[in-house]
């Protein structure tokens, strides 16, 4: 598609991050927009979500090198120079989210604040931003899906798209697509959910299961390096299965004693 949107000199503006950067802002700009609604100051806020964007960008690449780290290069100044010159890509989602899980925990713990209140309203805003950063997948031809000749396949044929070059021209699945499309139908039910009468701490589980569960159906369609396989599954999956069964724990145990959001 169209992984670099400009170039000056030797300054190259990748898509991959211009979206991902729009999808910070998006979900920043809804949470400031209901900060109201758990009393949390803006500066308090920024503060979390600069902590959280650090955290997660260190925990997704850490996760991707760990996951990829054969397909990296032959030698080690091969893997260390994919590593740091390729920033503006390969990360995993799923070691920034729990990378700024355990930032965001660390800090509303040092603050002292309610962390199923403010966990619940930080949850929302997460599919927002992720929706509209798989978009730079889209463009950049990272995540790309499996062989596919239906109606709605897509066709890179850009030589700097990250997209072998034996599949350009090739119909493909538009997995990026299908999790844009997806995480935005999670938001619209985590945003729904928000609103509604529920325990604190529902709305963390609940987006830790649709996520998990969106994750496992997509690794199916993905046609891109997924790692080791475990009993036919991906790493992917299999943290998917961890996540769901650890979202059903964690509810079980803070709904016995949480309160609700409204009386």
């Known amino acids: 598609m169209y992984p670099v949107l400009f170039k000056i000199g030797n300054f190259s503006m990748s898509t991959y991050g211009l979206m991902n950067m729009l999808g910070y802002i998006a979900g920043i700009y809804y949470l400031i927009y209901n900060r109201k609604k758990i009393g949390i100051s803006t500066d308090t806020l920024w503060n979390i979500l600069f902590i959280s964007i650090i955290c997660a960008i260190v925990g997704g690449k850490l996760m991707y090198v760990f996951l ?36 965001l925990l660390v800090y509303i713990k040092y603050k002292k604040m309610p962390l199923l209140k403010t966990g619940d309203f930080l949850a929302v ?68 959910a928000y609103r509604r009468r529920h325990k604190h701490g529902f709305i963390m589980a609940l987006y ?9 159906i997509m690794e ?36 016995r004693k949480s309160e609700y959001n409204v009386k």
């Open 68 to 103: 990829s780290w054969d397909a990296l290069g032959y030698t080690f100044a091969d893997k260390m120079s994919n590593i740091f010159l390729n920033f503006r890509y390969g990360f995993v989602f799923f070691g920034g989210a729990i990378a700024g899980i355990l930032g």
């Open 208 to 216: 830790m299961i649709c996520y998990s569960v969106l994750r496992f």
């Open 125 to 192: 805003g997460l599919p927002l931003g992720h929706a509209i950063g798989r978009i730079g997948c889209f463009l950049v031809g990272c995540c790309y899906g499996r062989h596919f000749e239906g109606p709605w396949a897509v066709h890179f044929t850009n030589p700097d798209s990250l997209v072998p070059t034996h599949l350009h021209g090739v119909g493909l699945h538009p997995t990026q697509l299908y999790e844009v499309f997806a995480n935005l139908l999670i938001f619209g039910i985590l945003h729904f």
């Open 220 to 255: 199916f369609f993905r046609g891109d390096f997924r790692g080791g396989f475990l009993l036919g599954m991906s790493p992917s999956q299999v943290i998917s299965i961890g996540m769901i069964l650890a979202a059903v724990i964690f509810y079980m145990i803070v709904s």
